[in-house]
């Protein structure tokens, strides 16, 4: 039987309150699936919709490890609402064996400095060119007075799951650790 | 066919070519989208006709597209050539058919040898 060797698979999510956007690679050159899924509702039907919404994806894809955002999680200190979804988060890790990763904003700007990018919007247009498939979804420079568009989430998974490629040394955490505070 | 839900190659393609699952059916000449969904998530496979048609569409082979299922055909076949291959290594025959049965064993010993070739290229 042939032997063959892939790159590992890993999601990025980037969870928000009625959607996260996603992004599934294969190798940090193998982007393989983007998008959002939205769970319009409140309260606990809200939770139990992301959780399928995630589970499906997670079924999909089979990654080997989840990418999350540190803010996210640690606003899950805070924020009953987001607790709720963080927690749903890693049973649905626990369920499927996927490792849990946190990375913070201050890492994703780092990955991106050396193209001259700050701003999110600026990163969604380097995505763009990094990928050319993403050049056309690249959402427009944000206005003050307009509200985010809808398609930023989608970046800022992909943003999360390249960051992951270029901090490769960070440690995992297993689903099933508690949330705890990080006041660095 | 039912089978587990995984995603195929194609979905990747598909999103990489900016095409809607409803305009890849249509240029397949689907009704509705519902099949091109099943192919992605491998809950189906496609007939013959199908996968020729996703490989000239993408032009990337059948096998990229849907590896999973390439992977799995790949293990049974040659799991099943091995088996073949110690049957005629066994079997003690005379005259035509131990040519035959030599024919058959170069032709098996061949295969491996392009394949051990290709992999190390």
């Known amino acids: 039987m042939k032997l063959r060797v892939y790159d590992p698979k890993i999601i990025a999510i980037h969870l928000r309150h009625r959607r996260f956007g996603y992004a599934v690679y294969e190798g940090h050159r193998g982007l393989l699936d983007w998008g959002v899924r939205v769970y319009p509702a409140i309260g606990e039907e809200e939770v139990s919709m992301a959780s399928k919404r995630l589970s499906s994806l997670l079924t999909l894809h089979s990654p080997s490890v989840m990418i999350l955002n540190q803010e996210r999680w640690d606003l899950a200190q805070t924020n009953q609402h987001m607790r709720a979804l963080v927690e749903m988060t890693k049973c649905e890790a626990i369920a499927h064996s996927v490792q849990i990763r946190l990375l913070g904003d201050s890492k994703v700007r780092e990955s991106f400095r050396h193209m001259d990018c700050e701003t999110r919007s600026e990163i969604a247009g380097a995505l763009g060119r990094i990928f050319p498939e993403l050049a056309s979804y690249v959402p427009p420079k944000r206005r003050a007075w307009q509200a985010e568009h809808p398609r930023m989430i989608v970046f800022d998974a992909i943003a999360l799951g390249l960051t992951h490629w270029h901090h490769p040394s960070a440690e995992l955490l297993s689903p099933s650790d508690e949330l705890t505070p990080n006041y660095s | ?121």
């Open chain 2, 1 to 121: 066919m039912k089978s587990e839900i995984v995603a195929t190659g194609l979905r990747t393609l598909r999103k990489k070519s900016g095409l809607s699952q409803r305009e890849l059916a249509h240029i397949l000449g689907f009704q509705s989208e519902i099949p091109v969904v099943r192919h992605e998530r491998s809950q189906a496979i496609p007939n013959l006709l199908t996968a020729l048609a996703y490989e000239v569409i993408f032009q990337a082979p059948i096998s990229a597209q849907f590896r999973g299922l390439f992977e799995s055909v790949e293990a049974a076949i040659e799991g099943r050539l091995a088996e073949l291959e110690h049957i005629l290594q066994q079997s003690d025959t005379r005259g035509r058919s131990a040519v035959l049965t030599a024919r058959k064993l170069e032709f098996l010993n061949m295969r491996r040898e392009s394949e051990s070739n290709q992999q190390t290229k």
